[in-house]
């Protein structure tokens, strides 16, 4: 099979970190994770993945991947107790990327929605072939024409993972309010960090589109009492490294889980949902 090619400094090379993260983390860590997607995708790449594995001996690399991994492992926890319930609602991926967390908790009757800018779409397609019930939405998130092909009526949904932490906090509230109006029964999942995880995650980001501090952007101190924007909206929050898993596993390392405290008590990284009622 031809493989795909990714240029260098490129919308579609942003999306081949998080990917070698996940694949990284399968590799490392089998008994907690196992991603074969990603490690499927990246061998389908034309890609120069030598500084992503001289970074792989890093602690901290190693950690960063670790996070992606427990996002998506909360993720598809929330997904799937979603799915008890409502086994023919539709997966929504919002800002998919190459991400296929949809496919991973396909239980053969749910259906699979995947959104993302056009170009990201473009790269998505070539190399991921959708299943039945799958579709991919070419469209900005927020003009929210993709909804109108979002059937909601067995259920749905929506999850964000990575994704909000680039978008002013007036246009996640707009978001969610506009989904809770037009999918009651329906619910989103997402991650958030508080303004201290924000200045360290998004310094370089924040820079390149030149913002001096993060006031605006999105950030969570507090999920429940901060992201109480509708009586209509019933929120839960957890932990994103701990909240879910004990992170007890081989390979799993003292200073890892000692980091992943500190990342949900200090730095507040959370997985939230919001049920719309």
Same mark, same amino acid.
């Given at each position: 099979?031809?493989?795909?090619?990714? &240029?260098?400094?490129?919308?579609?090379?942003?999306?081949?970190?998080?990917?070698?993260?996940?694949?990284?983390?399968?590799?490392?860590?089998?008994?907690?994770?196992?991603?074969?997607?990603?490690?499927?995708?990246?061998?389908?790449?034309?890609? @120069?993945?030598?500084?992503?594995?001289?970074? %792989?001996?890093?602690?901290?690399?190693? /950690?960063?991947?670790?996070?992606? #991994?427990?996002?998506?492992?909360?993720?598809?926890? &929330?997904?799937?107790?979603?799915? !008890?319930?409502?086994?023919?609602?539709?997966?929504?991926?919002?800002?998919?990327?190459?991400?296929?967390?949809?496919? #991973?908790? %396909?239980?053969?009757?749910?259906?699979?929605?995947?959104?993302?800018?056009?170009?990201?779409?473009?790269?998505? !397609?070539?190399?991921?072939?959708?299943?039945?019930?799958? +579709?991919?939405?070419?469209?900005?998130?927020?003009?929210?024409?993709?909804?109108?092909?979002?059937?909601?009526?067995?259920?749905?949904?929506?999850?964000?993972?990575?994704?909000?932490?680039?978008?002013? !906090?007036?246009?996640?509230?707009?978001?969610?309010?506009?989904?809770? !109006?037009?999918?009651?029964?329906?619910?989103?999942?997402?991650?958030?960090?508080?303004? =201290?995880?924000?200045?360290?995650?998004?310094?370089?980001?924040?820079?390149?589109?030149?913002? %001096?501090?993060?006031?605006?952007?999105?950030?969570?101190?507090?999920?429940? +009492?901060?992201?109480?924007?509708? %009586?209509?909206?019933?929120?839960?929050?957890?932990?994103?490294? =701990?909240?879910?898993?004990?992170?007890?596993?081989?390979?799993?390392? /003292?200073?890892?889980?000692?980091? #992943?405290?500190?990342? @949900?008590?200090?730095?507040?990284?959370?997985?939230?949902?919001? @049920?719309? &009622?």
């Amino acid at each position: 099979m031809e493989k795909v090619k990714i &240029e260098k400094n490129t919308v579609q090379e942003t999306l081949i970190i998080p990917l070698y993260g996940r694949k990284m983390c399968s590799e490392k860590f089998p008994e907690l994770y196992n991603d074969v997607f990603a490690k499927r995708l990246c061998d389908r790449l034309d890609y @120069d993945f030598s500084e992503l594995e001289k970074k %792989n001996k890093s602690f901290l690399y190693e /950690f960063g991947s670790l996070e992606a #991994a427990m996002r998506q492992l909360d993720i598809m926890w &929330e997904i799937q107790a979603y799915l !008890k319930d409502h086994p023919k609602a539709t997966i929504v991926n919002l800002g998919c990327g190459l991400d296929d967390t949809g496919k #991973a908790c %396909n239980n053969g009757l749910c259906h699979i929605v995947n959104v993302d800018f056009p170009d990201v779409i473009l790269v998505r !397609k070539q190399l991921i072939v959708e299943q039945e019930r799958e +579709k991919s939405i070419a469209c900005d998130l927020k003009d929210y024409s993709w909804m109108e092909e979002v059937d909601g009526t067995n259920g749905v949904i929506f999850f964000a993972a990575g994704v909000f932490h680039y978008f002013r !906090k007036d246009e996640v509230k707009t978001l969610v309010l506009e989904l809770s !109006k037009r999918y009651p029964g329906g619910c989103l999942v997402f991650d958030s960090v508080g303004k =201290l995880g924000l200045r360290l995650m998004m310094s370089k980001a924040i820079k390149n589109m030149g913002i %001096n501090d993060v006031e605006g952007l999105f950030y969570v101190n507090n999920p429940k +009492k901060e992201l109480n924007w509708s %009586n209509r909206i019933k929120v839960t929050s957890k932990g994103y490294m =701990l909240g879910y898993y004990d992170m007890k596993s081989p390979g799993i390392r /003292f200073s890892h889980r000692l980091l #992943a405290r500190i990342g @949900d008590k200090i730095i507040k990284m959370s997985i939230n949902r919001m @049920d719309f &009622e």
